[in-house]
């Protein structure tokens, strides 16, 4: 493929919903804004999900824990950079 076609690809998907999977676990979800030739990636209006299967910091502070295995812990974002080294996946939805 040309250089063009990728350039018209990744304008395909700018301002769409997208997933992205980091390696430490994390997935980001939000409407891509920008892509640079590093694979660097930012997101607006994005949700961060991380699991938490160590409870012994969180059970400490709410008795309502002990039968749960994982916590799912999400934040807001205005908007969020993701470094490329980090991209693991990147979905459309």
């Known amino acids: 493929m040309t250089t063009q076609t990728y350039i018209d690809q990744v304008s395909n998907i700018i301002g769409r919903k997208v997933i992205c999977t980091l390696d430490d676990g994390r997935t980001l979800e939000g409407r891509l804004e920008c892509l640079d030739r590093l694979s660097n ?3 607006r209006q994005a949700l ?3 699991i ?3 409870l012994s910091i969180y059970q400490s502070h709410s008795g309502e824990l002990q039968d749960t ?3 799912v ?3 807001k974002l205005s908007q ?3 470094p490329g080294n980090h991209l693991v996946k990147v ?3």
């Open 41 to 43: 990636i930012i997101l």
């Open 48 to 50: 961060e999900k991380r």
């Open 52 to 54: 938490v299967k160590d």
């Open 69 to 71: 295995k994982e916590l």
């Open 73 to 75: 812990i999400e934040r």
């Open 80 to 82: 969020a950079l993701i």
């Open 91 to 93: 979905l459309l939805i």
